[in-house]
């Protein structure tokens, strides 16, 4: 038998230090480089047949920087899958047209807080 856990948040708060010895073995999943964030994005569009296109990365990656975001590797399927629904909605090709980007992030990185400031601010 195979049991995995999976958490973003802190393990000291979910359990005690006696519980965590008895999980041998633990994974720490660091946040991807931009390198490697925009691989996973690659693969991900080759995956759902959507041509990538370079300044779509940068278009991306200025969201991040304005919203003052953390990359995650969930994070390119999550926004080409949002692309994708969207599209579908107005009818048209999935493609990384700046209008669908755009779309795409806004309704995907929604701010938690009242106020509107983005996470970590």
């Not at 278009?59 to 304005?66: P, V």
């Amino acid at each position: 038998m195979l049991i995995i856990f999976s958490t973003n948040l802190d393990p000291a708060d979910l359990v005690d230090e006696a519980f965590l010895r008895r999980i041998r073995y633990k994974i720490g999943i660091e946040a991807p480089s931009v390198e490697q964030y925009d691989e996973i994005f690659k693969r991900i569009c080759t995956r759902k047949n959507i041509e990538y296109k370079t300044e779509a990365m940068s278009q991306i990656l200025a969201h991040y920087r304005k919203k003052n975001l953390g990359l995650r590797s969930c994070h390119p399927r999550d926004i080409v899958e949002q692309l994708i629904d969207t599209a579908r909605f107005l009818g048209r090709p999935a493609q990384l047209t700046p209008d669908l980007i755009e779309m795409a992030c806004d309704s995907y990185f929604v701010s938690l807080d009242p106020s509107g400031n983005p996470p970590g601010a």
